[in-house]
């Protein structure tokens, strides 16, 4: 059984659009997070989650909006994609919030924007 | 089916000491790649060494390097002269032609004072 899965695997979209990439956890996590890993390689911190609230928020534009209608979800919402916005996207979860629990990560979401 | 394995769940090493962090990977595949990332209290994901399938020298970032043994399905992360900073959780992860990534389950890493 996957532990985090994601959907989709790829996804092509015309600047301008709108586009949600889904997360699902099925290990009864708490904690839910989103990270872009960009063309470098270089994998950066979006999101957290910590049963459906907010804790961490760094500073992406107000485009990305993420929704965790429960535990075991957490959706990202993209409006308006820009070129700059073409990457790969993580999701991943742990058991709680404090720094010491093991992170799960998701297969990735590779988004192209044209 | 491709996994990452890092079976050392922690560690804990005297400062300015060197420390090898272990991670085996299973692939059948010829070109791929390979990262080290430290990941620090806040989550975020530093990207400390990478290494391309097809090279066969060691990738090296200052107090970084790799030992690489691609028959044996190894990718060391050598750690010299350690410093307090370098505490944090270490992921190994494997990148295919595909872009698709695994991660280990990561290594704890402290450094004592």
């Known amino acids: 059984d996957t532990a985090v899965s994601q959907t989709p695997k790829y996804l092509v979209t015309q600047m301008g659009n709108d586009k949600s990439i889904k997360c699902e956890q099925n290990?009864?996590?708490?904690?839910m997070y989103w990270y872009k890993q960009d063309s470098k390689k270089f994998l950066k911190i979006m999101f957290s989650?910590?049963?459906?609230?907010?804790?961490i928020n760094e500073t992406v534009p107000n485009r990305f909006s993420p929704k965790s209608p429960d535990k075991a979800h957490l959706n990202l919402h993209i409006n308006s994609l820009e070129l700059g916005d073409s990457a790969v996207y993580f999701c991943?979860?742990?058991?709680?919030?404090?720094?010491?629990?093991?992170?799960?990560f998701g297969p990735g979401t590779r988004l192209t924007v044209l | 089916a491709q996994t990452v394995t890092q079976s050392q769940p922690e560690m804990s090493v005297q400062e300015a000491e060197t420390v090898t962090l272990s991670c085996t990977y299973d692939?059948?595949?010829?070109?791929?790649?390979l990262f080290w990332y430290k990941q620090p209290p806040s989550r975020q994901m530093i990207l400390v060494i990478r290494?391309?399938?097809?090279?066969?020298q060691n990738a090296t970032e200052n107090r970084f390097s790799v030992n690489f043994q691609k028959a044996a399905k190894s990718f060391s992360l050598k750690i010299s002269d350690s410093q307090l900073g370098d505490t944090a959780m270490y992921f190994c992860?494997?990148?295919?032609?595909?872009?698709?990534?695994?991660f280990g389950k990561g290594t704890r890493l402290h450094i004592l004072p």
């Open positions: 991943a979860s742990s058991q709680a919030q404090t720094s010491t629990d093991t992170q799960y």
């Open positions: 290990l009864g996590h708490d904690t």
């Open positions: 989650y910590n049963n459906k609230e907010l804790i």
């Open positions: 692939t059948s595949e010829n070109n791929y790649y």
């Open positions: 290494q391309e399938a097809y090279k066969q």
């Open positions: 992860a494997f990148m295919n032609r595909d872009d698709k990534i695994i």
